[in-house]
């Protein structure tokens, strides 16, 4: 074998190892692409109703379709036995949700996919935080007219309403809106977590 026929095996072997490594990296990133808006389409639909309005646009903690419910939780009126839905540490729940809203409009924008979708929910999201902080003090004090954008803020307004409209098939709820009013109110690490994802 010559010396140019053995680099060209080389360039050749080379090339053949370029093709497959980026064919296969275009099919590991179609994967996990694909994983990650079904994981994106299950918030949407089991953990958050997106829109303006009480409760809407924060997220659930979590949810456990068989955990039984205890004094921690709020019975509604579901036949079933069991089912759980969860809204803890609700700003800082936020806060990741807007720190994934803000990776994901990249994203989509770097890749030349459709950002209307992800600007909606950024809007909406940005409305929720807005009316954390406006209803505020309605909240703990009764009087409306000390309601004010100031940046003092509840944890969550998930209500009763709120909760059935997401999960009308689950037992109870917990929100610290309707069991721990004298805890919703923010902390320094649910303003930490909030500000994360504003950052992003």
């Given at each position: 074998?010559?010396?140019?026929?053995?680099?060209?095996?080389?360039?050749?072997?080379?090339?053949?190892?370029?093709?497959?490594?980026?064919?296969?990296?275009?099919?590991?990133?179609?994967?996990?692409?694909?994983?990650?808006?079904?994981?994106?389409?299950?918030?949407?639909?089991?953990?958050?109703?997106?829109?303006?309005?009480?409760?809407?646009?924060?997220?659930?903690?979590?949810?456990?379709?068989?955990?039984?419910?205890?004094?921690?939780?709020?019975?509604?009126?579901?036949?079933?036995?069991?089912?759980?839905?969860?809204?803890?540490?609700?700003?800082?729940?936020?806060?990741?949700?807007?720190?994934?809203?803000?990776?994901?409009?990249?994203?989509?924008?770097?890749?030349?996919?459709?950002?209307?979708?992800?600007?909606?929910?950024?809007?909406?999201?940005?409305?929720?935080?807005?009316?954390?902080?406006?209803?505020?003090?309605?909240?703990?004090?009764?009087?409306?007219?000390?309601?004010?954008?100031?940046?003092?803020?509840?944890?969550?307004?998930?209500?009763?309403?709120?909760?059935?409209?997401?999960?009308?098939?689950?037992?109870?709820?917990?929100?610290?809106?309707?069991?721990?009013?004298?805890?919703?109110?923010?902390?320094q690490?649910?303003?930490?977590?909030l500000l994360?994802?504003?950052?992003?």
């Amino acid at each position: 074998m010559t010396r140019n026929m053995i680099l060209r095996s080389l360039i050749l072997v080379f090339l053949c190892f370029c093709t497959a490594n980026q064919a296969f990296a275009s099919f590991q990133k179609d994967a996990l692409s694909e994983k990650y808006e079904q994981y994106r389409d299950r918030l949407r639909k089991d953990f958050m109703r997106i829109g303006e309005g009480k409760g809407k646009s924060i997220p659930a903690s979590n949810i456990h379709k068989s955990l039984a419910c205890g004094s921690q939780h709020k019975v509604h009126l579901s036949q079933n036995e069991t089912g759980a839905i969860r809204w803890g540490d609700a700003l800082i729940t936020l806060g990741d949700y807007c720190a994934v809203l803000a990776s994901e409009y990249a994203w989509y924008r770097k890749s030349g996919q459709s950002t209307v979708k992800t600007t909606e929910e950024i809007y909406y999201a940005i409305l929720a935080i807005n009316r954390l902080d406006e209803s505020a003090e309605s909240y703990l004090s009764g009087d409306k007219e000390q309601d004010a954008l100031n940046g003092f803020l509840i944890r969550d307004d998930i209500s009763d309403e709120a909760a059935v409209l997401l999960h009308p098939n689950l037992r109870c709820f917990n929100s610290d809106y309707v069991q721990q009013k004298d805890k919703n109110t923010m902390s320094q690490d649910q303003l930490i977590g909030l500000l994360f994802g504003l950052r992003a």
